[in-house]
């Protein structure tokens, strides 16, 4: 089985940075995803990291440490359309799934 | 128009009603799934399929079934809804290999089950 981690609940101010962690245990790897979700709304895919580093896009950027079993989301010049869930999500063991964290809810205030 | 489209949006049944929740997808696509979302738990994967003839259990398959009844068509039904199955559903597609691409999902469904 698998075990992904992430904090529940995280509050940020407009125009900060924000890191939203995430681990995991798998028995194989093939890759790590980050979604957003809004209220209501359906997930989003922003990064999937296969190989260990920094992968940036934009405002946000993707980490990955393989060997630590470890990734992050980081989310710069916050905006208040960035309050949402942010899920981590990894492939199960046999590799023909997601398995996603119970997600990160991420509250941006004026 | 949507690629993955759900139907219904929101549905409110009895304990004990047969419900079917449908998805189609026009993103050609072979690989589809059924999530559940609940508050607190995530999103948890209840069957999925890779191609009309191929049919897997998720996590938490019991009290469902699946019908893939063509490439772009993939319903869930629960045969006798129970109120723990109250839940955002929803269905995803993927064109990826051993799952290293990315979901593309639907709206969702709202089940209530009274």
């Known amino acids: 089985g698998q075990n992904i981690d992430q904090p529940t609940e995280m509050t940020a101010t407009e125009g900060a940075i924000v890191q939203i962690n995430c681990t995991y245990q798998?028995?194989?790897?093939?890759?790590l995803f980050w979604y957003q979700q809004h209220a209501g709304e359906a997930p989003t895919f922003l990064s999937y990291?296969?190989?260990?580093g920094l992968e940036e896009k934009g405002r946000f950027s993707s980490f990955l440490s393989r060997s630590k079993g470890y990734s992050y989301l980081l989310l710069k010049e916050l905006q208040m359309k960035d309050s949402a869930s942010y899920l981590c999500a990894v492939p199960e063991d046999s590799g023909y799934a997601l398995n996603f964290g119970k997600g990160t809810s991420l509250l941006v205030t004026p | 128009d949507a690629d993955v489209t759900q139907t219904p949006r929101n549905r409110i049944t009895k304990t004990g009603k047969r419900i079917m929740l449908e998805c189609s997808q026009t993103k050609g696509h072979d690989r589809m799934y059924w999530y559940r979302q609940d508050p607190g738990l995530g999103l948890r994967l209840i069957y999925y399929?890779?191609?009309?003839?191929?049919?897997n259990k998720g996590e938490i398959s019991d009290g469902y079934s699946v019908s893939r009844q063509a490439q772009a068509k993939f319903s869930l039904s629960l045969e006798s809804a129970i109120p723990n199955q109250t839940a955002l559903y929803f269905c995803?597609?993927?064109?990826?290999?051993?799952?290293?691409?990315?979901?593309?999902f639907g709206s969702g469904t709202q089940l209530s089950v009274l």
């Open positions: 399929s890779f191609d009309v003839k191929d049919i």
């Open positions: 995803a597609t993927s064109d990826g290999d051993r799952g290293g691409e990315k979901l593309f």
């Open positions: 990291n296969v190989l260990d």
């Open positions: 798998t028995s194989g790897f093939n890759g």
